[in-house]
């Protein structure tokens, strides 16, 4: 009975503690925004722009890449080919690509001197500009439109394949089949999809600074950096911050009425059976969606490959910092995922809840926003630059919680629910319990999810640029700079390094967690 | 009955969720009693009330005259349930060896025990192997070596065989059988089959309608049952 009584008292004391922490992170933070947010009443023209802006070109990016992502994901879950399942799985590379990264891709196809821009001229036509608000909405699009064809692809898949033999034997094809089978999955899976491109764009930071700014590309998230990183206005920073949690808390709401897909992983997935004449129509859309993501992936290593060489030595340094930053990052994730997952291991139920209300939380949470008020509680009492690093570890890790709890705690309900009873009824010491039971049933996402972890820690250039001193940069900080300063090709050969290093880290501890087999 | 009765339920009502279970009866030490009756009718209930997965919130269950510690670990019970009676990823030695050092480090002379074990359902060429390179009948083996070594006196089934053939279902039966003896102990058996019940148990425990009723010879029980138990067997 004390043995027992002490093990679930200290799995709830971890717990607790681990949700104490998310707590101060989230509302603790913004409690001391909130504090600093003087008068609430300091908002310019300009300001209220980017509060419109931020809205109508999360609002454009989502319909955009939902719309285009249907003819897509039908034409994907139509048609058997080699690659396909090459091409699923690279549909979900833009989710662990560094957004600077990606955002440079773009820049060598659309920039100034891009490809596309290169024909134009050859051919005599007026040149199209990545800079503006197009390139924030092309850039979202890019990073989003294959993720809206994963999630639309499943709804695809989930229709049982006797659906449509039934519709096929009733000589329902065309617009009966779409009317049949096709407008219900999707009346089902757009909704969930949109909503979660919206939020994921509403907070979408790194984006807007590369190729954003000005009066009319500014979200609020950038200005929330600018606001303090130029004019070190704090109390308009908070107050902008609080707009934008506000806005994000309001959305994430409807996240209870329309429920928010989950992704699944894995690449294997089956070809939905279809009797009818292939379209042509359908090989041009998989063709110009393969193009629009390959075209900019092949772009990051073709124009990163001769700038490897020759590379300024500060990169290395960042590279470093970065590679240890991550990994800290992933071990911290895992912990607090593994904290929150053992609290709740012995209730479906409460799996559930805590997934879902910990995936919310992170949606609606601005790292901008926590950033500013970590910043506002550390300076009363020592230098914020001197914290930069652990900030920027602690807030990756609590932004990439969602996913690693999505992940883990499944597993480590399962093992629980298979056994626990097995485990009391021969009386096996919770040590042997954790280091022989536990930990061997969810290696598995537990290497996968740190993998996540550390390279979305890796790739991330978010709170680190409220800190930043000179003298202190993770690589995709440095690789910004280089943009800034306009030195192209050194910027090209680090964005190849730092996407390098980020599938590297992704790969070690996947493979770690999948063992010697 | 009455006097060499080891395992006494004293106005017992166990509660799982809404659902609640009353026994008021004893069973004699040594015997081999069959659990009968129809599903969702508490047979596994009883069973999880005995182990320590479920509280009395009525009465107390007795064990030679002491009330039970809360403790599943500690109870004179030794459990097979009718799924995950093994550790997928330990090997047949380490799941054997959790009957006499749960902490998975034996020494010497357990070691010495655990070889002894397997040898004894027949498994020595399987010592290193995982369970999933088994089929159902030998890691049921690994689970009845396992509960030879704990040597409590007190053994329960809840239909661990369930999935397995009559034949291997017959010698897993006369295993457990070997263990008993060996032990001394008391057997109590979950089952829907009834030749198991007639070829292995002397008295029968039918539970329905959240009740659990006083031990019956099993011929008896078969030969004049009651409504429930007629509605069940298809009679």
């Keep these: 009975m004390a043995s027992r009584t002490v093990e679930v008292t200290i799995r709830r004391v971890v717990g607790s503690g681990v949700l104490a922490l998310l707590l101060t992170l989230s509302l603790g933070t913004l409690a001391m925004v909130a504090l600093r947010a003087e008068g609430y009443g300091g908002l310019r023209a300009g300001d209220w722009a980017a509060v419109r802006f931020t809205v109508w070109q999360a609002l454009l990016s989502a319909g955009i890449s939902v719309i285009c992502a249907v003819p897509i994901a039908r034409a994907l879950a139509r048609r058997s080919f080699p690659g396909r399942s090459m091409l699923v799985t690279l549909l979900g590379a833009p989710f662990i690509l560094p957004v600077i990264v990606g955002v ?91 909503l979660l491109i919206f939020l994921l764009c509403l907070t979408s930071f790194t984006v807007a600074l590369a190729v954003g700014g000005g009066p009319r590309a500014t979200t609020i998230e950038l200005a929330v950096y600018q606001a303090f990183r130029f004019d070190f206005d704090i109390g308009k920073a908070a107050t902008l911050g609080l707009i934008q949690i506000a806005i994000c808390v309001c959305v994430a709401a409807l996240a209870f009425l329309v429920p928010l ?34 075209v900019p992936l092949g772009a990051i290593v073709l124009s990163g490959l001769p700038g490897l060489w020759g590379l300024p030595s500060s990169i290395w340094s960042a590279l470093w910092t970065s590679v240890w930053v991550a990994v800290l990052s992933a071990l911290l994730c895992a912990a607090m995922a593994l904290g929150l997952a053992l609290m709740v291991a012995r209730s479906a139920d409460g799996v ?118 000179p003298a202190v940069e993770t690589l995709p900080l440095a690789l910004y700079r280089l943009m800034g300063a306009y030195r192209m090709d050194d910027a090209a050969g680090a964005a190849l390094i730092l996407v390098g290093f980020s599938l590297l880290l992704f790969w070690m501890f996947d493979r770690g967690g999948r063992g010697r087999a | 009955m009455g006097g060499g009765a080891v395992l006494r339920f004293d106005q017992v009502v166990l509660a799982q969720g809404d659902f609640r279970l009353s026994a008021d009866f004893e069973i004699p030490a040594g015997g081999w009693t069959a659990i009968v009756g129809p599903s969702g009718g508490g047979k596994s209930t009883l069973l999880s009330g005995i182990a320590g997965f479920v509280r009395p919130i009525r009465g107390q269950i007795e064990w030679c005259g002491q009330p039970m510690t809360a403790d599943p670990g500690q109870r ?118 009834l030749e198991d019940w007639q070829t292995s148990c002397d008295t029968a425990c039918f539970v329905a309608d959240n009740v659990a009723h006083p031990l019956r010879p099993t011929h008896q029980l078969l030969a004049e049952p009651p409504q429930a138990l007629r509605d069940y067997l298809g009679r």
């Design chain 1, 104 to 194: 440079l891709g773009l820049i060598a196809v659309f920039g100034r001197s891009g490809w596309i821009n290169d024909g134009l001229t050859l051919l005599g036509l007026p040149n199209v500009s990545i800079y503006g608000a197009g390139g924030v909405i092309l850039a979202h699009v890019f990073f989003n439109l294959p993720l809206a064809t994963r999630l639309i692809l499943q709804g695809w898949l989930s229709v049982p394949p006797g659906q449509f033999r039934l519709a096929a034997s009733l000589g329902a094809d065309g617009f009966a089949l779409h009317r049949l089978i096709e407008w219900p999955m999707l009346k089902r899976s757009l909704p969930g999809a949109f």
């Design chain 1, 261 to 294: 897909p989950r992704v699944q992983g894995g690449s294997d997935v089956g070809v939905v059976p279809t009797w009818s004449r292939p379209s042509p129509l359908d090989w041009a859309w998989i063709g110009l969606g393969a193009a629009f993501l390959l």
């Design chain 1, 352 to 469: 559930r809840k805590l997934a879902e209300g910990i995936g919310v939380l992170g949606l609606a949470t601005s790292p901008l926003v926590i950033g500013t008020g970590l910043f506002l509680m550390i300076f009363p009492f020592a230098r914020p630059m001197d914290f930069a690093l652990v900030v920027t570890l602690t807030v990756n890790a609590v932004m990439s919680l969602p996913f690693a709890l999505r992940v883990l705690a499944p597993a480590v309900a399962q093992v629980y629910s298979d056994h626990d009873r097995l485990r009391q009824s021969i009386g096996m010491p919770q040590g042997t319990w954790a280091r022989y039971v536990v930990l061997p049933a969810v290696r598995r996402p537990l290497g996968f999810a740190m993998g996540l972890a550390a390279a979305l820690s890796m790739g991330d250039l978010g709170v680190i640029t409220l800190f930043a001193d």
């Design chain 2, 76 to 193: 004179p019970v030794s459990m097979l349930f009718q799924h995950n009676n093994l550790f997928p990823h330990l090997t047949v030695e380490q799941n054997v060896s959790l009957g006499l050092a749960p902490n998975l480090n034996p020494n010497t002379a357990q070691k010495e025990a655990v070889k002894e074990a397997i040898r004894s359902v027949g498994l020595s060429d399987h010592a290193t192997a995982l369970p999933s390179n088994l089929s159902g009948g030998q890691q049921s083996r690994v689970a009845i070596a396992r509960m030879l070594l704990r040597s409590k006196p007190l053994i329960l089934l809840d239909e661990p065989f369930a999935a397995l053939g009559p034949a291997l279902r017959k010698d897993m039966l006369d295993l457990v059988k070997q263990v008993q003896v060996k032990n001394n102990a008391t057997v109590l058996m979950v089952s829907h089959n």
